[in-house]
């Protein structure tokens, strides 16, 4: 193993852009895993174009079982840590260097890359809906969340070992909320490293449903608020508090590859 992180890519029907997301993240990891959720398009075909590790499932499970199954096969090859990103162009991989350097000055904590800069590129009823899910998830963390809809992050493997891997339920963006919550309650403290907000016009249409994904948001995290007779302190700590930002350096070399 030439470092210890790799890149883990769900997709789903992202013939458009995940060839060039793959190159491009290629010059700041040496692995990159892509798990190709049973699309109808040509996204197989464009990986198998590509250096990246192509893993199939035969049916659609979603994206929370292609995390997994990129999880499972990251924790078997041995990484210390997994990064992940979308596969429709959102995500820049050229700040793949920032969270390994927020991680090496932040060891054993969870790295999540926030929109925040820009974020009044994204669409009004997506920054409704994130605020929605941040206050619910930061509730039940018991921790301020920058942004809990981003699925751009760096995953200890220690953490991901806690994780049940082979369970099948949330949709992925009810599964990436859940393990805020779970790092949280595990004693994984959550930095964030500030990206830009970015929509290329040439991806596919969002999977993020407001409506219907934060409901299901919602109803994960009352149901988890509730057993813990409405964890009160959670609360308190989660307005009163900031979340911890990482300021990047300017030099990130120490992570990219020449």
């Known amino acids: 193993m030439s470092e210890p992180f790799c890149l883990v890519i769900p997709a789903y029907n992202e013939a458009a852009t995940i060839k060039t997301v793959i190159h491009q993240a290629l010059t700041y990891v040496s692995t990159v895993i892509v ?15 590509t250096p990246a590790v192509l893993l199939e499932h035969p049916e659609n499970a979603g994206k929370a079982r292609a995390l997994q199954t990129g999880f499972q096969y990251a924790l078997a090859k041995g990484f210390e840590r997994v990064i992940t990103l979308d596969g429709d162009g959102q995500h820049d991989p050229a700040s793949i260097p920032l969270l390994n350097q927020a991680f090496d000055r932040f060891p054993e904590h969870f790295v999540i890359a926030a929109r925040l800069t820009n974020r009044e590129n994204a669409p009004r009823a997506r920054q409704i809906a994130n605020k929605i899910a941040d206050f619910w998830v930061g509730w039940a963390a018991g921790t301020p969340i920058a942004d809990s809809q981003s699925g751009f992050r760096l995953y200890p493997a220690s953490l991901l070992r806690q994780l049940d891997l082979d369970r099948h339920g949330p949709s992925g963006f009810v599964f990436e909320s859940e393990v805020l919550i779970h790092a949280a309650q595990k004693g994984y403290d959550l930095v964030f490293v500030p990206i830009a907000s970015c929509y290329p016009e040439v991806r596919r249409a969002s999977h993020f449903r407001p409506g219907f994904d934060i409901s299901h948001i919602t109803l994960m995290v009352a149901g988890k608020l509730i057993r813990k007779g409405l964890f009160l302190p959670g609360l308190v700590k989660s307005v009163l508090r900031h979340p911890r930002i990482y300021t990047p350096k300017p030099s990130s070399s120490g992570h990219r590859l020449p």
């Open 35 to 49: 798990v190709n959720d049973a699309s109808d398009d040509a996204t197989a075909n464009m990986v198998r174009q």
